[in-house]
């Protein structure tokens, strides 16, 4: 009886032993005998005792195939055995950046949003119950993505844009572009931006005179960027195409706070979206209820970050930022305009508790420096400056609510104003002018121009014993003249001849306008001076 049963087990032990062999040479491993190293993998089809093999090592593919990778991309690794189909494997990837290993099922190792901790290089081998290949090449991966300086416009300056790739490889272009938010597929369509379309050898970009919120993204290689969050810099001055209210009209709440923030402008269809500190982009629909141009949150969670409306056409609002604290950590909270005060305004700083009224002094804190005032629970500014802007923050009984900025902005004259300024300018420059002229013109009153008969043409007649000549249309024919004195040409009475013996005989005078006693006795003629009848004529 047990002769049998040791019988019975040999037999079974050699089925078994058999149906081993036949499934390994079924897919193509063979162990040699005393190996116990990586294997080789014959390839499929290949007539059985040949020999052929291929490498033993696993080859990482990346889709897509660039190992550029912008932040929040998708990207997936592959990890292909050459010759090891019909096996069934699992996958070891290997991280060089912590080394360390993680074991899959599935051949892909998927990236779904890439950020800064997914850079660096990965191998990866395949392991079957015969044994494991060799460990890949590294592929190495290089997560990049667009800042912007400053990320607050002041409207109309230039915001620097800069591609922060860390050792791109040789020749890599840098396209950029503006993001366009497209209400058909609910996010953004990408444009490129003007001296881009061929790439720049450089990582950065500027864009001048900026004066709304807007969204940037760059590709540090080939081809158009898919879906990415752009990077924004935004600015707090409302523009008429969009603009955003915050009810209440305040940057802290507490949680459990109703807050509605309504969109504005020239669009029947709008979308509000946020911006939190981890880099988190999203819209009204995944933290609040979007009705019309409003988006109502009730506060469960704080849903802190930054705060803009997008149209329908594409339009960009200003931005606000928006506090969400919980009581149980701070119970007082400053209440301060969300947005910008302009210069020459009046402006009041609220202290707020959560459940009560303030019974004693509240202290106000301008950049962390206390600022003297009465002590009660509000700051009145009666015209801010720009010397007002920086943290605020208040403090009652030793507790003191979170800070916020409160930002200044300059006055800015209006359009009428730009056009009527130069206007009134010029009428003045022109009535200046004319005064100038007329007080000349009185001036020079009593100065007096005295002409005489021309050779052709108009005549005069004078004294029948002297004549008066001024010949205009002789350059010499009298020396310049000043504003007081009066050059005329005298011709004597007694000259005779033609015209050339007239130019000979003329005698120049300097007759000075002075104002003489009429009642004087004249003087008695002298033989040796020429008197000439002289009419003044106005």
């Given at each position: 009886m047990g002769n049998t049963w040791l019988y019975v087990l040999f037999l079974f032990s050699s089925v078994i032993s058999g149906y081993a062999k036949g499934h390994r040479e079924a897919n193509g491993i063979k162990r040699h005998s005393g190996y116990q190293g990586p294997y080789n993998l014959r390839q499929p089809g290949s007539p059985e005792g040949t020999g052929k093999s291929v490498p033993n090592r696993a080859n990482v593919t990346l889709t897509p195939n660039w190992p550029l990778i912008y932040k929040g991309e998708r990207v997936t690794l592959h990890c292909e055995i050459p010759g090891g189909e019909g096996t069934k494997w699992t996958y070891e990837w290997r991280r060089t950046r912590l080394n360390e290993t993680q074991t899959s099922q599935d051949r892909r190792l998927t990236i779904h949003s890439a950020n800064e901790s997914d850079s660096g290089g990965y191998s990866c081998r395949g392991t079957s119950r015969d044994g494991s290949t060799d460990w890949s090449d590294v592929v190495v991966l290089t997560v990049y993505q667009l800042s912007v300086s400053p990320s607050w416009l002041s409207p109309g300056a230039s915001v620097t844009l800069i591609c922060e790739v860390e050792h791109p490889p040789?020749?890599?272009?840098?396209?950029?572009?503006?993001?366009?938010?497209?209400?058909?597929?609910?996010?953004?369509?990408?444009?490129?931006?003007?001296?881009?379309?061929?790439?720049?050898?450089?990582?950065?970009?500027?864009?001048?005179?900026?004066?709304?919120?807007?969204?940037?993204?760059?590709?540090?290689?080939?081809?158009?960027?898919?879906?990415?969050?752009?990077?924004?810099?935004?600015?707090?001055?409302?523009?008429?195409?969009?603009?955003?209210?915050?009810?209440?009209?305040?940057?802290?709440?507490?949680?459990?706070?109703?807050?509605?923030?309504?969109?504005?402008?020239?669009?029947?269809?709008?979308?509000?979206?946020?911006?939190?500190e981890k880099g988190h982009l999203s819209d009204c629909s995944i933290w609040g209820k979007m009705t019309g141009s409003i988006c109502t949150i009730k506060i469960y969670f704080s849903v802190s970050g930054v705060f803009w409306c997008e149209s329908g056409s594409g339009e960009f609002s200003n931005a606000v930022n928006v506090t969400v604290h919980d009581s149980f950590f701070f119970n007082t909270i400053l209440v301060s305009p969300v947005h910008p005060v302009t210069e020459g305004d009046p402006v009041t700083l609220n202290c707020k508790h959560k459940t009560q009224q303030f019974p004693s002094k509240v202290f106000f804190y301008h950049n962390d420096k206390l600022i003297h005032n009465d002590g009660r629970e509000e700051l009145n500014i009666s015209a801010v400056s720009k010397s007002d802007e920086g943290f605020y923050k208040c403090k009652h009984s030793g507790k003191e609510s979170p800070r916020s900025w409160m930002s200044v902005r300059a006055t800015v004259s209006s359009p009428v104003m730009l056009i009527v300024g130069p206007v009134v300018g010029i009428v003045l420059i022109i009535l200046i002018i004319l005064l100038i002229l007329l007080w000349r013109r009185r001036r020079s009153k009593g100065l007096w121009c005295i002409r005489s008969k021309q050779s052709e043409g108009r005549g005069q007649t004078s004294h029948p014993d002297h004549g008066v000549n001024n010949t205009d249309g002789h350059e010499n024919s009298s020396p310049p003249h000043d504003n007081t004195n009066l050059y005329v040409p005298v011709k004597s009475s007694e000259t005779t001849g033609n015209a050339a013996d007239e130019a000979r005989d003329v005698t120049y005078s300097h007759i000075e306008l002075k104002d003489i006693d009429r009642t004087r006795r004249p003087r008695e003629a002298d033989e040796s001076t020429v008197y000439s009848e002289v009419k003044l004529q106005e």
């Open positions: 040789a020749g890599t272009r840098f396209f950029w572009y503006k993001a366009v938010y497209d209400p058909s597929i609910r996010s953004y369509s990408y444009e490129l931006l003007p001296g881009s379309s061929d790439g720049t050898d450089e990582n950065f970009y500027i864009v001048h005179g900026l004066t709304s919120t807007a969204g940037y993204a760059c590709e540090a290689g080939n081809g158009k960027p898919k879906y990415r969050d752009p990077s924004f810099v935004w600015s707090a001055d409302p523009c008429p195409a969009a603009s955003l209210s915050v009810n209440p009209d305040r940057v802290q709440h507490f949680i459990s706070d109703f807050v509605s923030l309504s969109c504005e402008g020239n669009s029947t269809e709008w979308r509000l979206m946020r911006f939190t």
